[in-house]
C-alpha cells in the first residue's frame, strides 16, 4: 500500500499544533484589557478636564456611540454627543470617575466598566451644584487597537 502525503495537509497540521501551543496574545488577556480600559478611562477622564466634556465623550465616541442622559434621553451618534454636550450649561462644568470594576468580553475586543462619579457645576445664581452617581460603560476595540464607548 502506497503511503500518500500531501506537504500542505502537513503545513496545516503543523500550523494547528503551534497555534494551539502559543500563549494567549496580550489582546485576548482579561488582565492586559483590564489594565488597558482603567487606562482609557483615566485618559477620556483627563480630556474632559482639559478640553471639557464635548471634546472629552467625542474623542473618546464610536462613530455609533449612545448615551442615555436625563429623562432616558438616548443621544446617538458621537456628533450629537458633541452638540449635546457643547450646550453652554456644560461649559464650566467638572466630573470626575474612576471605575469600580472591568468586565472583559472573551474575545478581548468588548469591555465594560462601572464604578462612581461626581458632576460639579454651578447654577445661574452661581451657587456650587454636586451631582453623584453611578456610570456603567460599554467599550469596543477599535481597529487601530483603541478603545471606544458605544454606551455610556
Known sequence: MKK???PFINIFILLLVLNSCS????TKNPAYVKL???KTEKDFEKLVAEKGPAEGFYQFADSNAVIKREHDT???GKTNIRNYYSNPRYQNVTVTWSPDAVTVSDAGDMASSYGKYVWTSKDSSGKL????GV????WKR????TWKYIWD
Not at 500563549?23 to 496580550?26: A, D, G, I, T, Y
Not at 456610570?135 to 460599554?138: G, L, S
Open 74 to 76: 438616548l443621544i446617538i
Open 135 to 138: 456610570f456603567h460603560t460599554v
Open 142 to 145: 477599535q481597529k487601530d487597537r
Open 23 to 26: 500563549p494567549k496574545s496580550e
Open 36 to 38: 488597558q480600559i482603567v
Open 4 to 6: 500518500i502525503t500531501n
Open 129 to 132: 451644584q454636586v451631582s453623584k
